[in-house]
């Protein structure tokens, strides 16, 4: 319990991060990993996937190449909307395992009715979120050409 800042003993701060940082994400890697699940079982009876391994690709070549860049693009916006949720999760993660963060002083804040920190913490909490979704629909146009091209 507690936090050490890496800046004063790495070893420790590693150690003290390990329940926390699995105790946020298991929840979020499995909703990611059934989403891409699902996503890729639907992708892979389409069309242009039949017609790639007709054309004598290699499974990884299909399944890396024309499969997973159609199903990444839910994915990507699965996790730029799960931001919120480990934010919003943090809260309760380092009240937990006594960290002080963001969270602990929101919260603090609350009690103290000190009403610019709080405001400040919404607004850094939501330009977190504005961000990644920014990310998110840049990246939109990375992962499918397609895109790219409509929106130009």
């Known amino acids: 319990q507690g936090f050490t800042p890496p800046t004063k003993d790495f070893n ?31 992708v892979m009876h389409q069309d ?3 017609t790639a391994r007709a ?7 299909v399944v890396l190449r024309h499969a997973l860049r159609n199903a ?5 916006t699965i996790i730029a909307l799960q931001v ?9 993660v380092e009240q937990v395992f006594n ?8 919260l603090t804040a ?10 400040s913490c919404v607004l850094i909490i939501s330009m977190c979120t504005v ?6 629909d840049i990246s939109y146009g990375l992962i499918d050409p397609k895109i790219r091209k409509t929106m130009g």
């Not at 960290?99 to 929101?106: A, E």
């Open 48 to 50: 242009y996937i039949r």
């Open 110 to 119: 609350i009690t103290e009715r000190d009403y610019m920190i709080v405001q």
């Open 131 to 136: 961000g990644a979704n920014l990310i998110a």
């Open 12 to 42: 420790m701060y590693v150690q003290q991060a390990i329940l926390p940082v699995f105790a946020m994400s298991i929840t979020l890697i499995a909703s990611v990993t059934r989403q891409t699940r699902s996503g890729m079982l639907e």
């Open 72 to 76: 990444l693009i839910t994915v990507v």
């Open 99 to 106: 960290i002080p963060g963001i969270g602990t002083l929101m």
């Open 84 to 92: 919120r949720v480990v934010i919003g999760g943090s809260v309760i």
């Open 55 to 61: 054309n004598g690709l290699s499974q990884n070549r």
